[in-house]
Protein backbone atom coordinates (compact mmCIF):
# COMPACT_ATOMS: atom_id res chain seq x y z
CA UNK A 1 0.00 0.00 0.00
CA UNK A 2 1.21 3.23 -0.75
CA UNK A 3 2.98 5.12 2.57
CA UNK A 4 3.14 8.67 1.07
CA UNK A 5 -0.18 9.70 3.35
CA UNK A 6 1.97 9.84 6.32
CA UNK A 7 4.72 12.10 5.07
CA UNK A 8 2.31 13.98 2.47
CA UNK A 9 0.29 16.86 3.52
CA UNK A 10 -2.76 17.44 1.61
CA UNK A 11 -5.54 20.52 1.88
CA UNK A 12 -8.36 20.73 -0.17
CA UNK A 13 -7.03 22.51 -3.16
CA UNK A 14 -4.14 20.30 -3.84
CA UNK A 15 -6.66 16.91 -3.46
CA UNK A 16 -7.26 14.80 -5.94
CA UNK A 17 -10.02 11.72 -6.82
CA UNK A 18 -7.02 9.74 -6.43
CA UNK A 19 -5.08 11.08 -3.79
CA UNK A 20 -8.17 11.30 -1.65
CA UNK A 21 -7.69 7.67 -0.59
CA UNK A 22 -4.61 8.98 1.29
CA UNK A 23 -6.63 10.55 4.17
CA UNK A 24 -8.23 9.50 6.57
CA UNK A 25 -11.73 10.95 8.55
CA UNK A 26 -9.62 13.17 10.56
CA UNK A 27 -8.04 15.10 7.32
CA UNK A 28 -11.12 15.72 6.42
CA UNK A 29 -12.11 17.69 8.97
CA UNK A 30 -9.10 19.46 9.41
CA UNK A 31 -9.39 20.72 5.74
CA UNK A 32 -12.98 21.79 5.74
CA UNK A 33 -12.26 23.39 8.64
CA UNK A 34 -9.15 25.26 7.74
CA UNK A 35 -10.97 25.70 4.06
CA UNK A 36 -13.90 27.60 5.65
CA UNK A 37 -11.75 30.65 5.83
CA UNK A 38 -10.59 30.86 2.24
CA UNK A 39 -12.93 32.80 0.06
CA UNK A 40 -11.70 30.61 -3.01
CA UNK A 41 -12.42 27.27 -1.31
CA UNK A 42 -15.66 28.55 -0.11
CA UNK A 43 -16.75 29.83 -3.51
CA UNK A 44 -16.14 26.18 -4.89
CA UNK A 45 -16.81 24.02 -2.39
CA UNK A 46 -19.32 22.05 -3.99
CA UNK A 47 -16.51 20.50 -5.90
CA UNK A 48 -14.68 20.22 -3.24
CA UNK A 49 -17.00 17.76 -1.58
CA UNK A 50 -17.74 16.07 -4.50
CA UNK A 51 -13.84 14.57 -4.39
CA UNK A 52 -14.42 14.19 -0.67
CA UNK A 53 -17.56 12.54 -1.18
CA UNK A 54 -16.11 9.53 -3.91
CA UNK A 55 -13.94 8.11 -0.78
CA UNK A 56 -15.92 9.36 1.88
CA UNK A 57 -19.36 8.29 2.63
CA UNK A 58 -20.56 11.80 4.76
CA UNK A 59 -23.88 13.00 6.67
CA UNK A 60 -25.05 16.36 7.74
CA UNK A 61 -26.70 15.98 11.44
CA UNK A 62 -29.11 17.69 12.77
CA UNK A 63 -28.05 18.68 16.40
CA UNK A 64 -24.93 16.92 18.08
CA UNK A 65 -26.38 14.87 20.45
CA UNK A 66 -25.68 11.76 22.07
CA UNK A 67 -29.11 9.84 20.79
CA UNK A 68 -27.90 10.66 16.93
CA UNK A 69 -24.21 10.40 17.09
CA UNK A 70 -24.44 6.44 18.41
CA UNK A 71 -26.01 5.00 15.83
CA UNK A 72 -23.31 6.85 12.95
CA UNK A 73 -20.63 5.82 15.05
CA UNK A 74 -21.89 2.01 15.38
CA UNK A 75 -21.35 1.94 11.55
CA UNK A 76 -17.89 3.02 11.78
CA UNK A 77 -18.28 7.13 11.10
CA UNK A 78 -16.60 10.13 13.10
CA UNK A 79 -18.54 12.55 13.98
CA UNK A 80 -16.95 16.44 14.08
CA UNK A 81 -17.99 20.20 13.69
CA UNK A 82 -16.36 22.42 11.17
CA UNK A 83 -16.96 26.17 10.89
CA UNK A 84 -19.04 27.43 7.71
CA UNK A 85 -18.70 31.20 8.90
CA UNK A 86 -17.92 33.16 12.27
CA UNK A 87 -21.70 32.45 13.42
CA UNK A 88 -22.74 28.89 12.76
CA UNK A 89 -20.93 25.25 12.66
CA UNK A 90 -22.16 21.79 10.68
CA UNK A 91 -22.03 18.86 12.34
CA UNK A 92 -20.55 16.28 9.68
CA UNK A 93 -20.50 11.98 9.83
CA UNK A 94 -17.58 10.79 7.94
CA UNK A 95 -16.99 7.33 6.68
CA UNK A 96 -14.32 5.86 4.50
CA UNK A 97 -15.72 4.00 1.63
CA UNK A 98 -14.59 0.74 2.46
CA UNK A 99 -13.36 -1.67 -0.28
CA UNK A 100 -14.98 -4.64 0.44
CA UNK A 101 -16.15 -5.70 -3.30
CA UNK A 102 -14.46 -6.18 -6.77
CA UNK A 103 -17.10 -3.70 -8.13
CA UNK A 104 -15.25 -1.07 -5.23
CA UNK A 105 -12.75 -1.42 -7.06
CA UNK A 106 -11.58 1.86 -9.50
CA UNK A 107 -8.65 3.55 -11.31
CA UNK A 108 -8.53 6.07 -8.66
CA UNK A 109 -7.97 3.60 -5.69
CA UNK A 110 -6.83 0.80 -7.17
CA UNK A 111 -3.38 1.77 -6.29
CA UNK A 112 -4.41 2.83 -2.82
CA UNK A 113 -4.71 -1.08 -1.69
CA UNK A 114 -1.73 -3.28 -1.25
CA UNK A 115 -1.61 -6.68 -3.21
CA UNK A 116 -2.97 -8.44 0.21
CA UNK A 117 -5.60 -6.26 0.46
CA UNK A 118 -6.76 -6.75 -3.25
CA UNK A 119 -6.29 -10.67 -2.64
CA UNK A 120 -8.68 -10.71 0.13
CA UNK A 121 -11.17 -8.57 -1.98
CA UNK A 122 -10.97 -11.14 -4.87
CA UNK A 123 -11.15 -14.33 -2.16
CA UNK A 124 -14.30 -12.23 -1.17
CA UNK A 125 -15.88 -12.70 -4.53
CA UNK A 126 -14.21 -15.31 -6.48
CA UNK A 127 -15.94 -18.70 -8.06
CA UNK A 128 -14.63 -19.08 -11.38
CA UNK A 129 -10.93 -17.52 -11.22
CA UNK A 130 -10.14 -14.51 -12.88
CA UNK A 131 -12.19 -14.86 -15.83
CA UNK A 132 -15.24 -14.67 -13.81
CA UNK A 133 -14.52 -10.82 -13.42
CA UNK A 134 -15.92 -8.58 -16.11
CA UNK A 135 -13.10 -7.19 -18.18
CA UNK A 136 -13.47 -3.63 -16.99
CA UNK A 137 -12.87 -5.00 -13.33
CA UNK A 138 -9.64 -7.03 -14.88
CA UNK A 139 -8.85 -3.95 -16.58
CA UNK A 140 -9.04 -1.75 -13.26
CA UNK A 141 -7.21 -4.15 -11.52
CA UNK A 142 -4.36 -4.54 -13.89
CA UNK A 143 -3.67 -0.81 -14.41
CA UNK A 144 -1.82 -1.00 -10.67
CA UNK A 145 -0.85 -4.37 -10.25
CA UNK A 146 1.07 -6.83 -12.15
CA UNK A 147 -1.29 -9.73 -12.62
CA UNK A 148 -0.99 -13.70 -13.79
CA UNK A 149 -2.33 -16.72 -13.63
CA UNK A 150 -1.32 -20.40 -14.21
CA UNK A 151 -4.28 -23.43 -13.56
CA UNK A 152 -2.31 -26.67 -12.75
CA UNK A 153 -3.34 -29.90 -10.88
CA UNK A 154 -3.37 -29.77 -7.05
CA UNK A 155 -0.16 -31.86 -6.92
CA UNK A 156 2.16 -29.96 -9.02
CA UNK A 157 0.79 -26.64 -8.35
CA UNK A 158 3.34 -26.41 -5.32
CA UNK A 159 6.40 -28.30 -7.39
CA UNK A 160 9.39 -27.12 -5.34
CA UNK A 161 11.02 -24.41 -7.28
CA UNK A 162 7.75 -24.35 -9.67
CA UNK A 163 6.38 -21.08 -10.83
CA UNK A 164 4.57 -20.82 -7.61
CA UNK A 165 7.81 -20.60 -5.20
CA UNK A 166 9.32 -17.96 -8.24
CA UNK A 167 6.48 -16.14 -8.02
CA UNK A 168 6.20 -15.72 -4.07
CA UNK A 169 9.72 -14.93 -4.17
CA UNK A 170 9.81 -12.02 -6.35
CA UNK A 171 7.13 -10.77 -4.30
CA UNK A 172 3.79 -11.45 -5.49
CA UNK A 173 0.86 -12.57 -3.08
CA UNK A 174 -1.18 -15.69 -4.34
CA UNK A 175 -5.11 -16.31 -4.15
CA UNK A 176 -5.58 -20.37 -4.93
CA UNK A 177 -9.18 -21.12 -6.53
CA UNK A 178 -10.10 -24.93 -6.51
CA UNK A 179 -11.61 -26.34 -10.01
CA UNK A 180 -12.08 -30.08 -9.30
CA UNK A 181 -9.18 -31.30 -8.71
CA UNK A 182 -7.21 -28.42 -10.96
CA UNK A 183 -6.18 -25.24 -8.63
CA UNK A 184 -6.11 -22.00 -10.35
CA UNK A 185 -3.40 -19.64 -9.15
CA UNK A 186 -3.58 -16.25 -9.32
CA UNK A 187 -0.25 -14.08 -8.36
CA UNK A 188 -1.00 -10.26 -7.72
CA UNK A 189 1.91 -7.47 -7.30
CA UNK A 190 1.51 -3.72 -6.80
CA UNK A 191 3.31 -2.10 -9.98
CA UNK A 192 5.85 0.66 -9.54
CA UNK A 193 4.62 3.89 -9.65
CA UNK A 194 5.59 5.71 -12.90
CA UNK A 195 6.64 9.19 -13.38
CA UNK A 196 5.40 10.60 -16.67
CA UNK A 197 7.76 13.16 -17.91
CA UNK A 198 6.80 17.00 -18.48
CA UNK A 199 7.95 18.76 -21.58
CA UNK A 200 10.21 21.45 -20.61
CA UNK A 201 10.27 25.01 -22.83
CA UNK A 202 12.61 27.82 -22.45
CA UNK A 203 11.25 31.29 -22.51
CA UNK A 204 12.89 34.16 -23.43
CA UNK A 205 13.56 37.22 -21.21
CA UNK A 206 9.80 38.62 -21.74
CA UNK A 207 8.49 35.02 -20.75
CA UNK A 208 7.60 34.03 -24.28
CA UNK A 209 8.05 31.20 -25.68
CA UNK A 210 10.80 31.34 -27.93
CA UNK A 211 10.35 30.83 -31.42
CA UNK A 212 12.13 27.81 -32.05
CA UNK A 213 9.98 26.21 -29.23
CA UNK A 214 6.92 27.74 -31.06
CA UNK A 215 7.90 25.50 -34.70
CA UNK A 216 9.58 22.65 -33.23
CA UNK A 217 13.30 24.03 -32.90
CA UNK A 218 13.70 22.77 -36.34
CA UNK A 219 16.97 24.33 -38.40
CA UNK A 220 15.77 26.86 -40.95
CA UNK A 221 16.09 26.10 -44.53
CA UNK A 222 16.56 28.52 -47.16
CA UNK A 223 13.77 28.76 -49.87
CA UNK A 224 14.45 30.00 -53.12
CA UNK A 225 11.93 32.66 -54.96
CA UNK A 226 9.43 30.85 -56.66
CA UNK A 227 10.09 31.42 -60.56
CA UNK A 228 7.72 30.04 -63.06
CA UNK A 229 9.96 29.43 -65.99
CA UNK A 230 11.53 26.69 -63.28
CA UNK A 231 8.29 24.79 -63.44
CA UNK A 232 8.35 21.91 -66.39
CA UNK A 233 6.48 19.00 -68.21
CA UNK A 234 8.49 16.73 -65.70
CA UNK A 235 8.22 18.01 -62.38
CA UNK A 236 4.98 19.65 -62.19
CA UNK A 237 2.11 17.53 -60.48
CA UNK A 238 -1.83 18.07 -61.26
CA UNK A 239 -2.54 15.02 -58.33
CA UNK A 240 -1.63 14.55 -54.70
CA UNK A 241 -2.98 13.09 -51.73
CA UNK A 242 -4.52 14.72 -48.88
CA UNK A 243 -3.97 12.62 -45.48
CA UNK A 244 -7.06 12.03 -43.43
CA UNK A 245 -6.89 12.90 -39.97
CA UNK A 246 -7.30 9.93 -37.44
CA UNK A 247 -8.78 12.03 -35.07
CA UNK A 248 -11.79 13.23 -37.21
CA UNK A 249 -12.09 9.50 -38.41
CA UNK A 250 -12.71 8.89 -34.64
CA UNK A 251 -14.94 11.63 -34.15
CA UNK A 252 -17.39 10.38 -37.05
CA UNK A 253 -16.93 6.46 -35.92
CA UNK A 254 -18.82 6.70 -32.42
CA UNK A 255 -19.49 8.93 -29.28
CA UNK A 256 -19.33 8.19 -26.21
CA UNK A 257 -20.81 9.03 -22.61
CA UNK A 258 -18.69 10.53 -19.78
CA UNK A 259 -17.97 8.09 -16.84
CA UNK A 260 -20.83 7.39 -14.20
Same mark, same amino acid.
Given at each position: ???????????????????????????????????????????????????????????????????????????????? /????????K?????????????????????????? /????E????????????? @????????? @??????????? !???????G????? !????????????????????????????? !????????????????????????E??????????? /?????? /?????????????E?????? @???
Amino acid at each position: MKQSSSKQVFNLKTLTKSTVWDIQENDVFRMLDSGSKDVDIKDNLRHYIDIIRSAFSMEELSEDKPEIRKPYEKQGYKVG /TISIDDNSKMILAIRKRPIMRVTDLTYENIRHISA /TKLIEVLERNFGGGWDSL @SQSIQDIIE @SGFDISTTTLP !KDRLHKKGGMYDK !KVADGYEVLEVEKGTWVEAIFAKLKPEVI !KPRMKFDLDEEGELSEDEHFGNQEEEEIDDFNEDDI /TEDNYR /TTFTIESDPDEEAEELSEFG @SDE
